[in-house]
């Protein structure tokens, strides 16, 4: 299953999705996940609009890889033109 993390009502809202990472001890900086994958990668949102994901077996590593530069190049990414 793969979407989007609810911003602020639902089951379960971005606020509580960091409040749960910081309950395990992982905390992302200036980072918000806002979407995750099939396989359970999280992807995440910086202040400066960049795109990064992390594969799920790394979330302690915090090894964060670069997928747009822009929300707006994300989303057009699953487009075909």
Do not use: H, Q, W
Not at 5 to 13: A, Q, S, T
Not at 18 to 46: Q, T
């Amino acid at each position: 299953m793969n979407g989007f993390n609810p911003i602020k009502y639902g089951r379960l809202p971005i606020e509580k999705i960091i409040e749960d990472y910081k309950l395990s001890g992982i905390i992302f900086e200036k980072k918000v996940p806002f979407a995750y994958d099939n396989g359970g990668n999280v992807f995440f949102i910086c202040e400066d609009g960049k795109i990064y994901i992390i594969e799920a077996e790394f979330l302690n590593d915090k090894n964060f890889i670069l997928v747009s530069e822009s929300f707006t190049d994300f989303i057009n990414s699953f487009y075909n033109e």
